[in-house]
């Protein structure tokens, strides 16, 4: 293996508080960029580390007292690398140490184990069980060095590794080299993406859901709350364009449900199947969820739970259809409150503005949904105009609940059985403004809450998105698996990202320091170690890399013999 030359040397440093590196005084400090990828070549063994931050020093005070005239370029060229150096601080991620260094180390010098060192690394850099946490550091004066594409392919892995389902995500700031995040890893437990309005969260999740389709890592239940994942969407930048929708990149995998027909129709959504919710299917729990939004009481939610008691399923049917002679008699017979429940009836009478909500449906749609995701579809459900809070927030719930619940149904069986044919396929929800379902007031009221305290017990992820991390509960973003987070301004919400996390401090500063498109922070359960990317673009280049066939040239059946001949090249 062959190294670019040093960058500089390791001069002090802790397992704690990270490594100070001094630069070589033929490299400008304004090459280095925090979040840069780079190597420390220790006497045994190879670190992987995060720059995390850029200083400036001098060996004299004097200087700074008395700096060189701006103009006098030779002085300022004696000064440089003597009396005036950069320094970087450096957070190690990683460390790779062969087992011959040990027994090299003992009978050579140092510049024995270190050729023996990086032999082994070309030897078994490509076996990620080499890579190991870093528990201790690189002796002083370690020589730096700029990570190459083979550090980042034993790190990450590669694309088309056919013992893993990698997939790219990004690259990293200074190379054209792709990071990898597992998606076996991804899916197993609940992630989330984050960052400030603006910085590209649904193209992340876009490229995301994508990448679970295209590797067969899960089948995807997606609550579409601005119409941005199903079909094709508006693209973000000063000039109108649109970019494809998953129905449209995976038009055989892919099924659209939709809760405003007549929107869906309008943006030339094809074959999209029509959702109804019926009064029956609500529970107390799912009217709690919106009580803000439909400025409920505690009497109420309280006379809620006599009335479910006395009527069961139809409970919210009764109610609405009462007279006020009805109510007072209910109220003398079963000791409620006529103020509360008169004033709950009322309230819940705006449930009947939403177009899904039906007093009976002719057929069980959530059924119909189960089957689409136990055949291996991945489904997205589209709320067109009905996209407010208490609409989003009071479907999602109530379909992820039923679905939740067929799960834990069929794990249980799983488990009893131990029959492979038995195992549910792996789910993820995709939900939007998680912090309305995953606030810690709300938190234990909805299915959400349950589903990230669970992890993979029952088969089924979150992935959380989100440009307000910090009203989520605590509880919850410590059980979240991978974060991918763009830039973030808010201070609670940059500690919120690094929540249970181990080494925090000398990432803020990475976090900080992101641009604010198409750049992310990744870390967490999928990556081997938190990595800065530039995100990959979603644009015509990934459709051809996906295998994309637009609908407009060719006809269903040739959609269909290609979607397939895909299918049969991949090996599913």
């Not at 001094?22 to 490299?27: A, F, G, N, T, Y």
């Not at 946490?133 to 892995?157: C, L, M, N, W």
């Not at 006529?338 to 449906?361: E, F, G, H, N, P």
């Amino acid at each position: 293996m062959t190294l670019h030359k040093p960058l500089g040397s390791v001069i002090q440093g802790s397992l704690s508080e990270g490594l100070e590196v001094r630069l070589h005084p033929d490299v400008s400090v304004e090459e280095m960029r925090v979040g840069k990828f780079l190597i420390v070549e220790g006497a045994r063994s190879r670190f992987f580390c995060l720059l995390t931050d850029v200083s400036l020093g001098t060996s004299s005070n004097r200087i700074i007292a008395d700096p060189p005239d701006p103009n006098d370029d030779l002085l300022r060229e004696v000064l440089a690398g003597s009396s005036t150096y950069g320094t970087l601080e450096l957070s190690p991620m990683l460390m790779f140490t062969p087992h011959e260094a040990g027994e090299n180390g003992k009978v050579n010098g140092k510049k024995s184990a270190k050729k023996s060192n990086l032999a082994s690394f070309e030897a078994q850099s490509s076996d990620n069980s080499q890579l190991l946490p870093v528990k201790t550091i690189p002796s002083h004066f370690s020589q730096v060095y700029d990570a190459s594409e083979r550090d980042f392919r034993a790190v990450f892995g590669w694309e088309d590794d056919p013992h893993r389902r990698n997939f790219a995500i990004g690259q990293p700031l200074d190379m054209d080299v792709p990071i990898c995040i597992d998606l076996d890893r991804f899916v197993e437990r609940s992630n989330g993406v984050f960052g400030k309005s603006g910085t590209g969260k649904s193209f992340l999740t876009r490229l995301l859901l994508s990448g679970i389709i295209r590797k067969q890592a899960a089948v995807n239940l997606i609550f579409d709350m601005h119409s941005e994942y199903g079909w094709e969407a508006v693209s973000e930048g000063k000039q109108f364009s649109t970019v494809k929708g998953l129905r449209q990149l995976f038009p055989n995998q892919v099924q659209v449900y939709t809760l405003d027909p007549q929107s869906t129709k309008r943006r030339g959504v094809r074959d999209a199947h029509e959702l109804y919710l019926s009064y029956d299917q609500l529970e107390v729990e799912d009217i709690m969820l919106v009580r803000q939004e439909l400025n409920l009481s505690e009497a109420s939610l309280e006379n809620a739970i006599i009335l479910r008691n006395e009527f069961g399923k139809s409970w919210i049917t009764q109610l609405l259809s009462m007279t006020n002679d009805e109510i007072q008699m209910f109220c003398d017979e079963k000791r409620g409150n006529k103020s509360s429940i008169m004033a709950l009836q009322r309230k819940l009478l705006r449930l009947d503005d939403l177009k899904y909500m039906r007093t009976a449906t002719p057929q069980n749609y959530i059924n119909q949904i189960l089957e689409s995701l136990n055949a291996g579809k991945h489904v997205v459900i589209e709320f067109g105009s009905q996209s407010n809070m208490l609409s989003y927030m009071l479907a999602t719930n109530v379909i992820s609940r039923r679905i939740h619940a067929s799960y834990v149904h069929k794990a249980e069986k799983f488990l009893q059985s131990k029959n492979p044919s038995h195992r549910p396929r792996q789910l993820v929800i995709t939900i939007e403004e998680a912090h309305r379902f995953l606030d810690s007031s709300v938190v234990r009221q909805t299915i959400f809450g349950t589903i990230a305290r669970e992890m993979r017990k029952y088969f089924v992820t979150l992935l959380v998105v989100d440009q307000r991390p910090s009203g989520i509960d605590n509880e919850v973003m410590s059980q979240i698996g991978t974060r991918i987070t763009a830039l973030l301004n808010d201070e609670k919400d940059i500690d919120a990202i690094f929540t249970g996390v181990s080494g925090a401090g000398s990432l803020r500063s990475v976090l900080a320091k992101l641009d604010s498109k198409q750049q992310a922070l990744i870390l967490g359960h999928a990556v081997p170690m938190p990595v800065v990317v530039r995100t990959r673009p979603y644009d015509e280049n990934f459709y051809r890399e996906i295998g994309d066939t637009p609908w407009d040239e060719k006809s269903d059946d040739e959609v269909f013999a290609a979607a397939e001949s895909a299918k049969s090249d991949l090996g599913f």
